[in-house]
């Protein structure tokens, strides 16, 4: 079956009108790209702006792509986009065919193993077999929830991870996303792992992570809620006596969580934080510093800062 891929250009105030019109229209799914998103992200100091550099950020205008089949129902959507598009001169849309294709296989097919440190390997689970000898491999199922370990960020807190932990410890992870850390852990030879994260859908992905790692379902122990707002949750970590803590969260929340890590953090454990955008690193270290924690190293890549702590008595 051939695919229609229908792309439109729009005032960002037209969005929740289009939106809805396309579904109306028989779209089963609506892509927007909003500019404005990434200029909010850039200035609160969430991303990395180095990726953008020469370039210029511009907002009000909204693109909305969805694809249909190329039979008379998709024709007939077409029809009406080209006629709403007609009557609304700020609007344009283009339209192309698309050959059929097994998307999903093609998504399948750009992951590869990824060596991570000296002894990890973060694999898909459709890649079984292929994991190489001498490395702990590290099962994932990619999705919304979850980090392939690819980026820069993750990527640093896994090696400092191998690095640091020992055999037995027991160790926490705040904004566990699905738990790419905490399962690291435990296959390096963690004894207890405690994950915080504010979004339910993590309990889904972490459960679907321990199974493919081989781990019980009670391996970690996950709380969903907001450890800048929940004392009992802060308690209740202080009386896990960990020995090592993982946060690869936002310069922002990083230092938000500062204030709060006597709260949970035993004198002598370590503290693994990344997620420091380059130019926020210095207000980050000294916040950390602030806040009873001794910087022991720093792991820079790509634009992005990780450090080592020790959370001092």
């Not at 820069?152 to 904004?175: F, H, K, N, S, Y």
């Amino acid at each position: 079956m051939e695919y229609l891929q229908i792309i439109i250009q729009a005032p960002a105030w037209l969005e929740d009108e289009l939106t809805g019109l396309l579904f109306l229209w028989g779209a089963q799914g609506v892509a927007v790209d909003d500019p404005s998103i990434i200029a909010a992200h850039l200035e609160a100091g969430d991303w990395d702006a180095s990726v953008f550099d020469g370039q210029t950020i511009a907002t009000g205008r909204v693109t909305l792509s969805t694809m249909a089949e190329n039979n008379a129902a998709g024709r007939e959507m077409c029809r009406q986009i080209r006629e709403y598009c007609r009557m609304h001169e700020e609007t344009a849309c283009e339209i192309r065919k698309q050959p059929a294709m097994d998307w999903q296989q093609k998504w399948k097919e750009s992951f590869r193993p990824l060596p991570v440190g000296r002894r990890l390997e973060i694999l898909p689970y459709w890649l079984s077999g292929r994991e190489e000898a001498g490395r702990i491999p590290i099962w994932i199922n990619p999705g919304p929830a979850f980090g392939t370990g690819e980026h820069a960020t993750t990527a640093m807190v896994l090696e400092l991870l191998e690095e640091c932990l020992q055999p037995g410890q027991r160790i926490g992870d705040i904004g566990c996303g699905s738990g790419i850390l905490a399962v690291a852990a435990l296959r390096l030879g963690a004894s207890y792992a405690a994950a915080v994260d504010i979004d339910p859908a993590c309990r889904k992905s972490v459960a679907e992570h321990l199974r493919l790692n081989g781990l019980a379902q009670d391996a970690i122990e996950l709380w969903i809620t907001d450890i800048l707002q929940d004392d009992g949750a802060r308690l209740a970590l202080k009386k896990r006596e960990l020995q090592l803590c993982t946060a690869n969260l936002t310069a922002g929340l990083l230092m938000a969580l500062g204030p709060m890590l006597d709260g949970f953090l035993p004198a002598g454990a370590l503290f693994l934080c990344s997620g420091i955008i380059d130019r926020r690193k210095e207000e980050v270290r000294a916040c950390l510093e602030n806040n009873g924690l001794k910087v022991l190293q720093g792991k820079n890549r790509d634009g992005w800062q990780a450090y080592l702590c020790r959370k001092e008595g």
